[in-house]
């Protein structure tokens, strides 16, 4: 029983790191209609940035920061880049999907030469461990609890309280509408990728340190879990992301415990085969999965 | 030496250009994006491996474990991956091509082909787990001389590949073929007159699964080795990229890209002495040309090196 209250534990700091993700994922989806199958990999890359700055004797504190601005900076460059361009000319959703692999592939190639295939880990102590009942996390972990509850506050706050946040809906809801009432969506678009892509440099350092170590390969893994959180909360909802993340981070850590830690990203494939089979528009969304593509 | 060569390339062309035509089929005309078309060539090979293997108990074949082991005889193996190749795509099919959107679909099968390889390498008791299994036996390998099995093998591939080229062709010039790109079009016009959407793409679904499972079957009785590695998610869009370059809906256009991308791509990088740079860096970069090559294709020429052509009916009004 007490092996089920721990892995409760390990849930809570899992689902605050898949928060912080499928937020972020969800978030570029819904509002810019964009399944960003890069993500993963961004998230990666922010986290080996944050890895050189702690290599080179840097608080891994200050690398979040860093890694989360890389995410930023990446992700807006990537769409300005290449995606904008794609969706302006009139690639269809299906076609941006392809792109986005195409990219994601070439990313994780890019940096193979350049970080190797080695696992490394951060240079930081876990801190000292704290015991509450059954439950023993290192002051690490609740950190990163911490973390994506004071970032999950802030979306609330900037979704629901700000013109930005009020924007970023409007845009989501009918962008063509929102442009005639005069919102600068270009802009939003812009904000949304920054603050995406900062949650997502954000969400790659705060994996990376959560787990013992980290390779490229994990690229995929984080993809398939934070997939299926956002999937399960209705893509594009953000508070169906927090939802998901909640879910899929207890039910991996609880899976773990019960069976096979090997297994997890199998569990998060199940819950999200189960998702798609019996409530394909997800928990929240009242579309979602189920509206017909352009 | 160079002869063998020449076995190589021929045969791997064909299994390239029979994967190529299927993924051409559900993804060119239907426009299904299955982006776990890899799954189902390693379904294909991995039951014609162990429908021809015989059991794990047999003394040379002692360090692997799996489950089947039957020592069938030639053909029977290859139909089989075939026939397992068209079942999974059943339940596969009924998860992804009923309700889901089509973005969606394609990324619940990508997922799926990443998962999918998880299992079968962390199950070692199933199919022998991240080593895989060898020593697939060729098939009708005692009845020829070493030294000219090859040529066999290649005429084999060539007759395989030659049905399934008359299989796409047939299906594309067919009244079937013309609904699925009345689907592929526009869905929800295709509905209204009377045609439903789910079996129209649960068939080619099931088609592209029986032929990939057959090249499966193909390629692992050449090679007589099939593993977890050989088929990690990016395989798949090596032949994206194929079926992209040569020309989306376009039967001659997916040979050709198949000849173009998994083979011609091939073979010239083979020609770069691979000490340049650190380890790994030229086949990182062949994977990052890859992309280049979709994202560039996408840009510049979407319809492909030979664009499907204009079906237009002749007595129409101008």
């Known amino acids: 029983m007490s092996l089920f209250v721990a892995a409760f534990g390990f849930g809570l700091v899992s689902m605050s790191v898949i928060a912080i993700a499928a937020v972020g994922f969800t978030m570029q989806f819904g509002i810019t209609n964009m399944i960003n199958l890069a993500y993963g990999e961004v998230m990666i890359s922010s986290a080996y940035v944050a890895y050189y700055l702690n290599k080179a004797g840097i608080s891994i504190w200050i690398g979040m920061v860093v890694g989360a601005l890389f995410g930023a900076a990446f992700s807006f460059l990537l769409n300005r880049i290449v995606y904008a361009p794609f969706q302006r000319k009139g690639t269809s959703y299906l076609g941006m999907v392809i792109v986005s692999l195409a990219i994601s592939l070439m990313m994780a190639n890019l940096l193979l030469p350049i970080v190797g295939y080695y696992s490394v880990s951060y240079q930081e102590g876990t801190g000292g461990l704290i015991r509450l009942g059954a439950i023993i996390l290192t002051t690490n972990q609740i950190l990163i609890i911490g973390i994506a509850v004071v970032v999950m506050l802030l979306i609330h706050g900037l979704l629901k309280y700000t013109r930005l946040g009020k924007a970023m809906r409007a845009t989501s809801a009918n962008p063509t509408l929102a442009r005639n009432c005069g919102i600068p969506t270009q802009r939003v678009v812009d904000a949304v990728w920054l603050i995406t892509g900062a949650l997502c440099g954000l969400a790659g350092v705060v994996a990376a340190l959560n787990s013992d170590s980290f390779a490229i390969a994990n690229g995929a893994a984080f993809l398939i879990t934070i997939l299926a959180a956002a999937v399960l909360g209705g893509a594009g909802q953000p508070y169906g992301a927090m939802i998901g993340a909640v879910l899929i981070g207890l039910i991996t850590e609880l899976s773990a415990a019960a069976w096979s830690p090997e297994y997890k990203e199998v569990v998060a494939f199940g819950v999200l085969v189960l998702v798609m089979v019996l409530r394909p528009q997800g928990l929240l969304a009242k579309r979602g999965a189920m509206a017909a593509a352009g | ?318």
Not at chain 2, 124 to 134: E, H
């Open chain 2, 1 to 318: 030496m160079n002869s063998y060569y020449a076995i190589n390339l021929l045969i791997y062309a064909g299994v390239d250009i029979i994967a190529c035509l299927a993924l051409n089929l559900q993804f060119g005309v239907a426009g299904i994006v299955n982006f776990s078309f890899i799954v189902f060539q390693a379904v294909g090979a991995y039951t014609a491996a162990v429908l021809s293997m015989p059991p794990d108990t047999a003394p040379d074949y002692s360090f692997q474990i799996y489950v089947g082991g039957l020592q069938l005889p030639f053909p029977i193996p290859w139909i089989g991956g075939a026939i397992a190749g068209g079942l999974l795509a059943v339940p596969v099919g009924f998860v992804v091509l009923r309700k889901l959107r089509s973005d969606y679909q394609a990324i619940a099968l990508l997922v799926l082909s990443v998962i999918a390889n998880t299992v079968i390498t962390n199950a070692r008791p199933f199919l022998n787990g991240a080593a895989g299994l060898a020593l697939v036996p060729a098939p009708l390998a005692d009845l020829f001389d070493p030294a000219t099995y090859g040529y066999f093998y290649v005429g084999l591939t060539a007759i395989c590949t030659a049905l399934v080229a008359l299989v796409a062709f047939r299906i594309v010039n067919s009244p079937y073929g013309r609904t699925l790109r009345a689907m592929r079009e526009h869905e929800v016009a295709a509905t209204a007159i009377g045609k439903n959407p789910v079996a129209l793409k649960m068939t080619i679904f099931i088609v592209g699964g029986v032929i990939a499972g057959l090249s499966g079957g193909i390629l692992t009785g050449y090679i007589t080795f099939w593993a977890p590695s050989v088929w990690l998610y990016p395989e798949t869009i090596i032949l994206f990229a194929a079926v992209i370059v040569g020309g989306r809906g376009n039967n001659l256009g997916a040979v050709l890209g198949a000849l173009l991308v998994p083979v011609g791509f091939e073979e010239v990088t083979r020609f770069i002495p691979s000490s340049i740079g650190p380890p790994g860096l030229i086949p990182a970069l062949q994977w990052v040309a890859i992309g280049l090559l979709i994202i560039g294709f996408l840009w510049f020429r979407p319809e492909g090196v030979r664009p499907e052509p204009r079906r237009v009916f002749e007595g129409a009004p101008d």
